[in-house]
């Protein structure tokens, strides 16, 4: 009974849909792929000059300070840092750095925003909630097709589809913490006359601070948890190792490139909780 029902054309109309929005915009991909990707490779090549003794202290004195001067994050960073110099991996660290950096920093700057526009508006929050689901429930993978046809390969379409991938979480913890706040503590601003603006900056935000930033936290862990799916897209560092030495099934480099990627993300989770019990 089924077999009467004519196959509704949805990959053409995608299709279709893609090339539109390729062809009317190109005037806006064509500069971010060429400046944008010559910007992300400037990052990276800069942070690959400075020194890596330089680079593994300061990053030992922050989570020394950071933590409360104690010196477990401190000592696993120098320690863990070392070993990926130790190993021939730091410019590909660097690499790998700058794509969750930028990354991270388009998605928050996009995702407290929206998540802020959310908990004001309640058809706001109706329409976008939707769309987080779609973003968080698409397969990595399916990010990497617009990607490319938008932004070619390299450093600009990896740090698109991390962008993609990781930015509900920041939205869904803004709007969560501000609907959070203290309905006593609105209408007590309320009554002192504050402006919108005021209750917003000086009440909402500050209360709403560690949801926020936990919301943050998850965001760059998204980030740097795409960073072999990005790989397959050319984006160089440490994920494009862990992608050649699993299509030469080479266990060692494999292995030592992802104890890179995890020893990364230890230190920048524990960095960035940290910063939230402040």
């Known amino acids: ?3 009467f029902v004519p196959e509704i054309p949805v990959a053409d109309w995608i299709t279709l849909f893609v ?3 390729q062809n009317t915009f190109e005037f806006i991909f064509d500069p971010i792929k060429e400046d944008f990707g010559e910007f992300i490779e400037w990052t990276s090549a800069s942070l690959s000059t400075i020194p890596p003794i330089v680079v593994i202290l300061i990053v030992a004195i922050l989570a020394f300070f950071i933590t409360g001067k104690k010196f477990g994050l401190a000592v696993f960073s120098i320690v863990g840092l070392w070993f990926i110099y130790n190993q021939g991996l730091w410019e590909h660290l660097m690499y790998t750095f700058s794509l ?5 920093i388009i998605s928050v700057i996009i995702g407290i925003p929206t ?18 689901d779609f973003m968080q429930t698409m397969p990595a993978f399916v990010y990497l097709i617009p990607a490319i ?4 390969i390299g450093m600009v379409p990896g740090v698109f589809a991390s962008v993609v991938f990781a930015t509900p979480p920041v939205v869904r913890f803004t709007n969560l913490g501000i609907r959070q706040v203290s309905q006593e ?12 603006s005021q209750k917003l900056f000086k009440v909402e935000l500050p209360m709403a601070r560690k949801t926020i930033m936990a919301g943050v936290n998850q965001t760059i862990m998204l980030s740097l948890s795409m960073v072999v799916i990005a790989s397959m ?12 030495a699993l299509q030469r ?3 060692g480099p494999g292995f030592v490139a992802g104890l890179g990627i995890v020893i990364l993300a230890i230190i920048i989770d524990r960095i960035s909780q940290n910063l939230n019990k402040g």
Not at 115 to 132: D, E, H
Not at 233 to 244: F, K, R, S
């Open 115 to 132: 998540g802020i526009w959310m908990s004001k508006s309640k058809w706001a929050q109706t329409i976008i909630t939707p769309i987080l």
């Open 100 to 104: 969750v950096l930028f990354a991270s």
């Open 185 to 196: 503590l609105v209408e007590a601003a309320d009554a002192f006359g504050t402006t919108g």
């Open 249 to 251: 099934s080479q266990e």
């Open 233 to 244: 897209i050319g984006a160089p560092g440490l994920g494009n190792d862990v992608l050649t």
């Open 149 to 152: 046809l938008f932004f070619g």
């Open 1 to 3: 009974m089924l077999d």
């Open 19 to 21: 090339e539109w929005v």
